[in-house]
């Protein structure tokens, strides 16, 4: 099992774009054994001509052969048009088939990657990945691979035909090649990093973006605009220093480089003339060696233009490398989900980068216990939730589940064992009801509207024309936050896992609801395992045990009366609470005076 926390993949990027190719070797083999064969085509009318102002000036030319010659020129463009269209055909159709099937593997490779790698990666470095990336690669297959074969081949071609006439011209054609790669490598030099950190500040830039839009509208709330999202301005000008310094660093070296590839005239046409002058060359082959000779380096220039879009394209794959080393789990057998599950915390430590959160926590949830888990603000109890889904992993200790370790389960048997509802609720495109059987597709109707009804969605649900039919968008359009709460704790509820996480997931409801929540929780699921973790102490009274939690350490456990009478900072705690829930707004006073 891969544990997700590496980013390398296991293959260099050339080995890797071999076995996502190999899928449609047969057109892309196709697509590059024509694309030579149409460069050769593109010089046919060349030769032609060649031979015909030959013809013309041994006057040995009729009127019947200028037909002929003009009826060879149209043939040649013919075949020029139909291996070309042949060739970009076989390339088209072979990078879309490849852009579904890879962008297919890595969706279903995204579903099969650790919950720890997930969280680590932002929403915009995995568009990158599943969109830009595969992109990149899809477009430079249909459009550049026929072109970038022609534009090497040609020039091979043109070299071998003046080779043929004489091998001084050769020579004297492709004499400025060697300068400009050295004026090329000169342009390469110390590009690699800068490249790197242009590919760093636009998946940066990709994750702000991402970041920015969903922000929109609390920016527009308040009145800020796109300069006040700091982070993407100082993104945009990295990005814009970036660019300044890579421009100035390349457009010197990129016009040398252009003058090189065509300046071979310069060493071409005395040679072809001195050669001619001594009658080793006909006026006709000279003609030739020139037409082709002085362009021939020009498709080079293309071929150097792509070796940046190649470096970009190794880069993606680089990227896309750690997610396709997410094998989908074999179907080998995963463990049965116990019916009941108990949940051991042993001398537990959980740190950010260098900053401890969690220190030394030991707990035990027994299997069909109510154990909620409270503490001041970033005490950590989100993070030991996080842990517990699988998050994160403790930096030491161990976390025991039935007595096996969590971390020996894989990703199917943990989301079919353990349930995290969080606060923030994520709803999908789609029904009320097709929401909530998110947590198990092959639920019934019945057990859907169980769960839901459970969670307290019945009343709100009876308020909509549509009923559980009612469509809802990506961010829970139409829904209140507490209503998407109570659709992600159904769906939750419907999961059957014997262990149920709730991170606040009731926060929307006042203490009615939340008690009423509770209490059917407890009758419809008497075997399950709760860890709730709440702001609101009325609603926890009743658990088994309580953790109270401060600065990452427990500093208590107990049921309600023990900690009432012998834990100060739970008393804090509930009176805090009670005093919070019995403000009063006295007439006359003001705000700041009430909750002073
Ligand atoms: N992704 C993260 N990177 C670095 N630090 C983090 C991250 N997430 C949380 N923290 C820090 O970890 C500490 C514990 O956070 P946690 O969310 O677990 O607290 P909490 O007890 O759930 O707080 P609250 O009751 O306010 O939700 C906090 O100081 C928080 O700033």
């Known amino acids: ?137 899809e477009q430079f297959i249909a459009h550049h691979t026929v072109e970038c074969l022609a534009a090497i081949s040609s020039p091979l071609f043109v070299a071998l035909v003046l080779a043929w006439i004489d091998w001084r011209l050769a020579a004297a054609a492709l004499v400025t090649v060697p300068l400009a790669a050295l004026a090329q490598a000169a342009l390469m030099r110390g590009l690699g990093p800068r490249i790197d950190a242009y590919n760093r500040a636009i998946g940066d830039l990709n994750g702000a973006a991402v970041e920015y839009v969903r922000n929109a509208p609390v920016m527009k709330a308040f009145g800020l605009n796109a300069h006040s999202f700091r982070r993407m301005s100082d993104l945009l000008a990295r990005y814009h220093d970036l660019i300044t310094a890579m421009t100035r660093q390349t457009v010197p070296g990129w016009s040398v480089f252009m003058v090189l590839l065509g300046a071979n005239l310069v060493f071409l046409l005395p040679v072809s003339l001195w050669l001619v002058r001594q009658g080793t060359i006909s006026p006709a082959e000279t ?100 842990l517990i889904g699988g998050l994160a992993a403790p930096s030491s200790g161990d976390i025991l589940v039935n007595g096996t370790s969590l971390s020996a389960l894989d990703e199917a048997e943990r989301s079919a064992w353990i349930t995290v509802a969080a606060q923030d609720a994520f709803l999908f495109r789609g029904t009320l009801l097709e929401n909530v059987r998110l947590g198990r597709p092959d639920a019934t109707d019945d057990d859907g509207h169980r769960a839901a009804r459970i969670a307290q969605v019945a009343d709100f649900v009876a308020t909509l024309s549509d009923g559980f039919a009612t469509m809802v968008g990506e961010q829970g359009a139409r829904l209140s936050g507490g209503e998407r709460q109570r659709i992600a704790i159904a769906r939750a509820l419907l999961t059957d896992a014997p262990l149920l996480v709730l991170d606040e997931a009731t926060a929307f409801a006042d203490s009615r609801t939340e008690r009423r929540f509770y209490q059917s929780l407890r009758e419809a699921y008497p075997a399950k395992t709760l860890l709730i973790i709440a702001h609101r102490l009325s609603s926890i009274e009743r658990a088994d045990q309580i953790l109270v939690l401060k600065d990452g350490g427990m500093v208590d456990c107990g049921r309600h009366a023990d900690l009432i009478a012998r834990c100060p900072l739970y008393r804090a705690l509930w009176q805090r609470q009670f005093d919070s829930e019995t403000w009063t707004i006295r007439p006359g006073a003001t705000a700041n005076a009430a909750l002073s």
């Open 287 to 386: 003609i030739l060696a020139l037409t082709l000779g002085s362009v021939m380096l020009k498709p080079l220039f293309k071929v150097a233009h792509f070796s940046s879009e190649i470096r970009e394209i190794a880069a993606g794959l680089r990227r896309i490398a750690p997610l396709l080393a997410f094998a989908p789990s074999q179907d080998s057998g995963p463990r049965e989900t116990p019916p009941t599950l108990r949940l051991s915390f042993r001398h537990v430590s959980f740190a950010y980068e260098s900053r401890p959160i969690l220190k030394d926590v030991s707990f035990t949830l027994e299997a069909g216990t109510v154990t909620a888990l409270v503490g001041p603000s970033g005490a950590g109890k989100s993070t030991i939730a996080h």
């Open 1 to 137: 099992m891969t544990d997700g926390t590496s980013d390398q993949g296991e293959h260099p990027a050339h080995v890797l774009l071999v076995s996502l190719l190999s899928p449609e070797k047969v057109r892309l083999g196709l697509a590059v054994a024509l694309a030579p064969l149409a460069a050769l085509a593109d010089l046919l009318p060349y030769a032609i001509l060649s031979y015909s102002v030959g013809a013309v000036v041994s006057g040995t030319a009729s009127p019947d052969d200028l037909v002929g010659i003009a009826g060879l020129v149209g043939a040649a463009l013919v075949l020029k048009y139909l291996l070309y269209s042949l060739a970009y055909y076989f390339s088209h159709v072979a990078a879309f088939r490849l852009l579904a099937d890879i962008r297919q593997t890595l969706v279903r490779r995204l579903a099969a990657a650790p919950m720890n790698w997930l969280h680590r990666h932002s929403s915009g470095h995995l568009k990158k990945i599943v969109v830009q990336d595969v992109e990149r690669l």
